[in-house]
């Protein structure tokens, strides 16, 4: 058993509180991280506010970057030593895991959601002897050590640990923005791509489009300097949808409207919006995450004229293949999300939190040292 000390978010309170735990040591199927980096996604504050089924009191956090420290006696993934990115968690053994997407494992939502492994028990324990969720989407990185599932590591090579916290947020926002383009709506040369919100998953989603050589990629949102970094990395048009129409502006800039969109925003709303901005056949990609139980209404004639609603999961990403390639075009100069963030020591997390919610900051990064 390990002592550390993670960020516990308690039913409630809305925030995070730091605490001393204990984490069990590693099972046969298990990796123990010392943790470097943490990226603050929006799914994490949902469910730090009880809009997402995590059970609470947990350790949340979901795009880790560490050290590994040891492993269980079954990890084939990792060795003590190697620097990894922290992903999902997936079965490995249902139906479309064994077919190469394993964000739609069968059982996606007890092993990323339950705050528990799959027989139950966590990881991490309070100072009180008090059960504490942990494994959050496989690894609960809130933390300066974590028990992590084997299938969400993926071992990278970098220069140091400063260029490995840079890569913490390929673990969800990145991969989910980057790969519902490149892997779900795979615009060709020349097709138009719409995106709704423009936060850290949606910019991704523009600068993954920007690789396609899609023309026009629109980037839509309501805050200025989002609209104004949108166009550097990659969008040839934007829209403030608080100034204007967003369906009327995306189907004159497209000639009759976007052949994909990505809906990031998390707003029910902006998916119609999203599904009237479509062409005939087109592709609304949903990547938004709002409360559990949130509806929206579509014009089902819209649909019949073969335009599809899809949601995706973390890109659709199969972690071994895709989060490599992450890598290795960020390296390349060619996907800079490091232009998307701002880096907190792990004290100034609720800071950090406030931060990403008011919009001052796309995406926080906890820098863990020592």
Partial sequence: MVTTR?????????????????????RPDEVLVRVVAAGICHTDLTSRDGGLPVPLPAVLGHEGAGVVEAVGADVTRAKPGDTVLLSFSSCGGCANCAAGHPAYCAAFLPRNFS????????????????????????????????VVDQRGVVPVRVRDEDELAALAPVG????????????VLRPEKG????????????????????????????AVDVVPSRLELARELGATH??????????????????????AAVESSGVP?????????????????VVGAPPMGSEVALDVND??????VRGV?????????????????????????????????PERINEAAADAEAGRVLKPVLRFRG
């Fill in 6 to 26: 993670a960020a516990v978010a308690r039913p409630g309170t809305g925030d995070f509180g730091w605490a001393e735990v204990s984490l069990d040591d590693p």
């Fill in 115 to 146: 705050g528990r492994r799959p027989d139950g028990t966590t990881p991490i324990t309070g100072a009180d002897g008090e059960p504490v969720g942990g494994r959050f989407f496989g690894q609960s990185s809130f933390a300066y050590r974590a």
């Fill in 172 to 183: 969800c926002g990145v991969q989910t923005g980057a790969g519902t383009v490149l892997n």
């Fill in 191 to 218: 097709q138009s791509v719409a995106v709704f919100g423009a936060g850290a998953v949606g910019l991704s989603a523009v600068m993954a489009a920007a690789l396609t050589g899609a023309h026009p990629i629109v």
């Fill in 238 to 259: 934007t829209v403030n949808a608080a100034e204007d129409d967003p369906v009327a502006r995306i189907t004159e800039l497209t000639g009759g409207g976007a052949d």
């Fill in 269 to 285: 709303a902006v998916l119609r919006q999203a599904v009237d901005a479509l062409a005939v056949a087109g592709s609304v990609a």
């Fill in 303 to 308: 649909l019949l004229q073969g335009r599809t």
């Fill in 313 to 345: 999961i973390e890109g659709d990403s199969d972690l071994d293949t895709f989060v490599p390639r992450l890598v290795e075009l960020h390296r390349q100069g060619r996907l800079p999300f490091d232009r998307m963030v701002r880096t907190y020591p």
